[in-house]
């Protein structure tokens, strides 16, 4: 399509309108510049008439007074005032109407000049009538010429308001239309919708306005589309991010509220898993010097893994282990990040928790072993030295058999209560760096290798989160009461204590020797060390068995087994059989955990 100049347009009619009422303004100028003289030629005409009338009495004098009055009328009839009479403007009627009046005037002057009034005055009237004439047709000239400039005026103003109603029209539509519909454009651009329909126009200057708001509607769409899409993002991203957050928020308050032992972590594991979505998830817990602990969320692990992705569990310079996922599809790093630092933290503060109530015991403990070193150690020092005196001081005709029997009975309860005593003191009054169990045995071990020559080897492999601070003084009794009986009875060169967790679960701590056999237990089966032990076991919920290295049997069937043997035998006989068979004490308990493979 051809397009145009909008500007040229407007200019062009504006121009035509200026040249118009220009011409029209000149053409009026004109007229009005030569009908300055009409009324004074009409005058001057009329002037002719009455000299006329005037020169009559002057026809038959002679005299110098009818020259001028002949010079007067005649500069009247030659004035300016009646020279356009003769003019190319002035139409021949008016012309040869002057030229008549001169020429009749000729006639008359000569009448004049031959003083022939009596012709003069016959002629007077023609000449006058002629003179009329003259000026009828200069007053008819002038009303043409108003007649003419009031036409031209009206037929100049018809045209200027014919142009401006076309241009008014013309504008309407080919300019008032378009930018109509280019204001519509943007007010609807302003409302966010930018799929607008533009006018077409032929004019190049509304073209450019409108392919400059076609494009910045393309543009804002196009940028508009952008930050939708970024704030969808944001919007999406701090939707996850706050939904990480309260997930993470309601893992921690799970796993600080409570115990954090396997059926916690193993929960919080199945809620990750389950958040996002992955296909195996596990938790390694490496403590130093200890086996791996396993933790699987449901679905376990499989056996020959593909590539694996780890999040390490540090705090500060300590490694706890790591986080161990399999997923086909992306892993959200972050959150797996931030899983790990939250379980390491739980981890550090259960441990840390673990560490004060245990430190809190060993507190106590201590100062029970002093209330009992104060008390009861003090009293029972005073019956053996009671008992002793009264031994001096009885009277031989009071002694008998009987009397000497409940003596060495009594005596030998104080002794065994005494040095019962001090075993308990001893244990009470361990003291550790660092307050686990597996330093309190070494610190156990280590007073009673002090005293014996057996080597006493501890194989330990139980973690933290399968005990319990409260659990620790009830083990540490019942493997110094059972590693003494060996070290005291068994006549053996090495005992080895083993701490470990079976596949059932349970924890078990075995104390085994290379000694005689089970048979000096039964001397002890009713002695107050074994009865302890049971006792202490229940509180674990758990049992103690006697047994010989490779055959179990339960303390309470001790005595009836022994029975059975023959009297004569020694209890502390050096035969190769009992030698090779040794003893072996186990503590069996139920973990506060779950089973797990490391």
Known sequence: MKRGSLTSKILGLMLVLILLSSSLA???????????????????????????????????????????????????????????????LSPKKLADQYQLVIDKWLVMKYYIEQENSRDYA???????????????????????????????????LGLMLAIAFLAVRFTKRKVVV????LMESANTISKGNFEIEMPETEYIELTALTHALQKTARELATLYGNLESQVAEKTLALTRANNELAFLYDNLLTLNANKLDYKALRAALNQL??????????????????????????????????NSTRFPLQFEQADLGYLELISAQDTNTPLFKNFAIMLTRSIVIHNATEQRQQLALMEERGVIARELHDSLGQVLSFLKIQISLLRKNLDHSCRSPAIEGQLTEINEGVSTAYVQLRELLSTFRLTIKEP???????????????????????????????????????????????????????????????????????????????????????????HFGIGIMHERA?????????????????????????????????????????????????????????????
Request: hydrophobic letters at 35%; one cysteine or more.
């Open 26 to 88: 000149i053409f009026a100028i004109i007229n009005l510049s030569y009908s300055l003289g009409d009324a004074k030629a009409i005058n001057a005409s009329g002037s002719l008439r009455m000299q006329s009338y005037r020169l009559m009495f002057y026809a038959n004098s002679g005299s110098d007074a009818a020259q001028e009055k002949i010079a007067e009328f005649e500069n009247t009839l030659h004035s300016e005032a009646l020279q356009p009479s003769t003019g190319w």
């Open 122 to 156: 016959a002629s007077l009237k023609d000449f006058v009538d002629t003179i009329d004439l003259l000026v009828l047709e200069m007053e008819h000239h002038a009303a043409f010429k108003l007649r003419l400039l009031a036409a031209s005026q009206i037929f100049g």
């Open 178 to 181: 378009p930018l109509q519909q």
């Open 273 to 306: 898993k389950d958040y996002e979505s992955i296909d195996y998830l596990r938790l390694i817990i490496q403590y130093p010097e200890q086996e791996l602990e396993v933790v699987e969320a449901d679905g376990g692990w499989p056996e020959d893994p593909p």
């Open 436 to 526: 686990n169990l597996k330093n309190a045995m070494e610190a156990m071990l280590e007073q009673l290798r002090a005293n014996t020559d057996i080597k006493i080897h501890l194989d330990y492999k139980l973690s933290p989160q399968w005990l319990e601070a409260k659990q620790h003084i009830h083990i540490l009794q019942i493997t110094r009461e059972a590693t003494l009986n060996a070290i005291k009875h068994a006549n053996a060169s090495q005992i080895n204590i083993r701490c470990y967790k079976d596949d059932n679960g349970m924890v078990n701590i075995s104390v085994s020797d290379n000694g005689i056999g089970i048979g000096y237990l039964k001397e002890r089966d009713q």
């Open 538 to 598: 229940s509180k674990l919920a758990g049992t103690v068995v006697f047994s010989s290295n490779d055959t179990h049997t339960n303390s309470k069937g001790i005595t009836e087994q022994l029975d059975q043997e023959q009297p004569d035998v020694p209890l502390a006989s050096n035969n190769k059989s009992n030698l090779s068979q040794g003893t072996k004490v186990t503590l069996i308990f139920p973990s506060q955990q779950e089973p797990t493979h490391g």
